[in-house]
């Protein structure tokens, strides 16, 4: 068994009178895939938004296994220190920027040269900014977008904005990688493709942390799934064993009383 | 910089540009060229060009809309303007004063405005621009009030005395380039590229792990320390300041230059605030018609080209060559 990268102890979320997320525990372990499905309106967005900070939970910890470091009450950017970075579900390219700017945003967790770096620009700030730009570079040509380097982000196709976000991401040189559905406004063709980059991000030796709906899509990649329902975690396992759990039918499919009550 | 890769070109900023030549070899020759007269009007307008430049390093880099920059302004001349009143500063000393205090003061403001957003980011940079104005004219122990400071020694440089309106000229120039070259490096630095991710989208710029309230009291910082500058600069060739110069009017039309020129763009903002100078200047002789005219032609300007005469940044700081073009 790897070793555990990030325990969350019941976290919950709420909003006004909405409990979005309820006592939600999991475990993440080093180097693994973990699925996150789930229903519309689940809570997966919300889990991810508790886990970099964008949202505190209303109550509950998470606690990254190396440095016993709670990330709650953390900002996202202190998050993303720690070694945790993220897409969007809707694409969230800086869209004023070029493809390869946007990657080299990324490195900024990782470079140093500040106001006197760009006033006298000396042969460290230099080096510094071509491994900025060598950094990006590799990343674009890993998700296979290097020709468009000098594109505006927002003249990208949207699937390509999508792998973007994913490099820029990456960039940051994250140990556990949070992917919120990245095959989302993907022709099938693109999605599988996709998934085949996540397969081999985890080769990398980066944690993958991923959200979809699509049953068919993550049963394929993930080691592991938790499956969330109105906040709550109802199922935890391997997609096999997820698959045919009687609970996460009912959620997805719906419960026999619900069907009755909308009639 | 790998070999491999064919589809890269080359990494530079700085490319001759024909048109940069002919402006630097203009603006050097120029003095010889025309009038004291427009000496005179051609000094205002580098002061305009920094106070624009410094405003745009918040507008344009930062996003931060601030509608009190005149403030700065008035904070940086009243630095050099007081010193001289009380121990006669000699300029040189004043002038990195002017800006470390007029940069203090950005950062004070830059406090407030961290906890607001979008359209409330005007009203708090609204109030403190009125407030500075309001302190200026009643702090009459320290600044005389309405009645301004005057009297202030021409600058001197190792027994050079800048005297003449050719020397604030040149001067001015100076600090022009060296602003404007700091700003070009600045905007395609590792600290640029994070301002205008804060610009872009403030909360994916925070999950790559950029310090949001840093970065926008950074950015106040400097661009108030900047117009710090100007206003020392300023308040040493009129040889004399009055809290009437420092008001919501010059913010406004500071704001405007920027706007004009096309927010984020260096060269546009630039030309943005020499066009806002020098056409009110030229209309003159309407005299009460020629506010309007300039309000109209910016209408005008705004409709059919909202995104200011140069449009928006261009960047392209990597050329990179696509193996499909």
Same mark, same amino acid.
């Given at each position: ?6 325990? /969350? ?23 693994? !895939? ?60 800086? /869209? ?101 980059? !996540? ?65 | ?41 051609? =000094? ?11 405003? +745009?390093?918040? $507008? ?5 809309? +601030? ?23 000699? =300029? ?33 940079? @609204? ?9 200026? +004219? ?25 005297? %003449? ?9 100076? @600090?022009?380039? @060296? ?24 909360? %994916?710029?925070?999950? @790559? ?24 600069? #300023?308040?040493?060739?009129?040889? =004399? ?56 032609? #910016? ?9 200011? $005469? ?6 392209? #700081?990597?050329?990179?060559? %696509?193996?499909?073009?």
């Amino acid at each position: 068994m790897p070793g555990r990268y990030l325990k /969350s102890k019941n976290i919950s979320k709420v909003f006004g009178g909405v409990q979005a997320l309820q006592n939600v525990s999991f475990e993440v372990f080093q180097g693994e !895939i973990l699925g996150l499905i789930g229903p519309n309106g689940a809570g997966k967005t919300t889990l991810f938004n508790c886990l970099t900070g964008i949202y505190a939970p209303t109550r509950g910890e998470i606690i990254l296994e190396d440095s016993r470091r709670n990330l709650v009450g953390l900002k996202p950017a202190e998050v993303a220190k720690l070694g945790i970075a993220r897409t969007f579900q809707n694409s969230r390219v800086f /869209s004023g920027m070029t493809t390869l700017e946007n990657v080299m945003v990324g490195c900024h967790l990782w470079s140093h040269a500040g106001l006197g770096g760009a006033l006298f620009a000396g042969k460290r700030v230099e080096k510094e900014e071509e491994e900025i730009i060598e950094n990006s570079l590799e990343l674009l040509e890993f998700l296979e977008l290097a020709p468009l380097a000098n594109t505006l982000a927002s003249a990208l196709p949207y699937g390509f904005q999508r792998r973007l976000e994913i490099a820029r991401a990456m960039a940051t040189h994250p140990q556990l990688l949070l992917l919120d559905e990245p095959p989302c406004g993907m022709n099938p063709h693109e999605s599988r493709a996709i998934m085949e980059v !996540i397969r081999r991000i985890r080769d990398r030796e980066i944690t993958v942390l991923i959200i979809e709906h699509d049953m068919k899509v993550i049963m394929g990649i993930s080691d592991r799934v938790i499956c969330l329902d109105h906040g709550e975690k109802i199922c935890e396992g391997p997609p096999q064993v997820v698959q045919k759990d009687p609970k996460v039918i009912d959620a997805y499919l719906g419960r026999e009383e619900d069907a009755l009550r909308t009639e | 910089m790998r070999m491999d890769r064919p589809y890269i070109k080359k990494n530079q900023i700085w490319r001759t540009n024909p048109w940069l030549l002919a402006v630097i070899i203009l603006s050097l020759i120029f003095p010889w060229l025309s009038p004291e007269y427009y000496v005179d009007l051609a =000094f205002n307008v580098l002061i305009y060009v920094i106070l624009a430049e410094s405003l +745009n390093i918040i $507008i344009g880099f930062a996003g931060l809309l +601030n509608l009190g920059h005149a403030a700065f302004f008035g904070v940086g001349a009243y630095t050099y303007g007081i010193l001289w009143r009380f121990f006669q500063l000699p =300029f040189f000393f004043a002038l990195p004063l002017s800006a470390v205090f007029a940069a203090i003061m950005g950062l004070l403001l830059g406090l407030p405005v961290l906890r607001v957003r979008h359209d409330y980011i005007a009203i708090v940079t @609204l109030g403190f621009g009125e407030v500075v104005k309001l302190i200026l +004219n009643n702090w009459t122990d320290l600044t005389d009030g309405p009645n301004g400071l005057y009297g202030m020694a021409p600058p001197q440089l190792w027994g050079f005395v800048l005297r %003449s309106r050719t020397h604030y000229y040149y001067l001015a120039l100076l @600090l022009v380039y @060296l602003i404007l070259f700091f700003m070009v490096r600045l905007g395609h630095s590792r600290l640029g590229r994070a301002w205008i991710a804060i610009r872009e989208d403030e909360v %994916s710029a925070a999950t @790559l792990g950029i310090r949001i309230d840093r970065l926008k009291l950074l950015a106040f910082t400097v661009g108030a320390g900047l117009a710090g500058v100007a206003g020392c600069l #300023m308040a040493s060739k009129h040889r =004399f300041i009055s809290p009437a110069g420092f008001g919501f009017y010059e913010s406004i039309i500071i704001l405007c230059m920027v706007i004009v020129g096309g927010i984020g763009n260096i060269p546009g903002v630039v030309l943005g605030a020499s066009i806002l100078y020098i056409v009110p200047e030229i209309l003159r002789e309407f005299s009460d018609f020629r506010m309007i005219t300039v309000g109209a032609a #910016m209408i005008i300007l705004m409709i059919f080209r909202p995104e200011g $005469i140069l449009g928006k940044e261009k960047r392209k #700081m990597i050329r990179v060559r %696509s193996p499909y073009s």
